[in-house]
Structure formats: structure tokens, C-alpha cells
């Protein structure tokens, strides 16, 4: 398993924290699943629909 760093806002961190607290369970568990729904979308092409960028740039974190 790979281990990956996220340096967000701190008001996108207390949404990541709030989810956690609301599901009972790890903040990692709720950056893992909304990883995996975000690809998810990318490869049902709902990238365009919804605009996401394909590639955010480099203030991605």
C-alpha cells in the first residue's frame, strides 16, 4: 500500500472531519472513499458534465 499527503483548507478539512464524525469513522477512510468515487466519476466521463479538470495544476496539494 502507498501512503499519499493532502494539504488542504482548513474548510475543506473540517468538511473531511465532519463526514468522519457523521459515518463514525477515520478521516483516512473518508479521503480514501472520496478518491475513489472522484476516479470513479473520471472514468464514467462525468468529468466534463460536472466540471472537473482533468488536470487541477500544481496547487494541487
Known amino acids: 500500500m502507498r501512503r499519499y499527503t493532502l494539504l488542504c483548507e482548513e474548510s475543506l478539512a473540517r468538511e473531511v472531519e465532519s ?3 457523521e459515518y463514525g ?4 477512510d473518508v479521503l480514501r ?3 475513489v ?6 472514468d464514467d466521463g462525468l468529468d466534463e458534465a ?4 482533468a488536470d487541477p495544476g ?3 496539494g
Not at 460536472?50 to 479538470?53: A, C, L, N, V
Open 19 to 21: 463526514l468522519a464524525h
Open 25 to 28: 469513522i477515520r478521516q483516512e
Open 33 to 35: 472513499q472520496l478518491v
Open 37 to 42: 468515487a472522484g476516479l470513479e466519476s473520471l
Open 50 to 53: 460536472s466540471g472537473i479538470e
Open 58 to 60: 500544481p496547487d494541487c
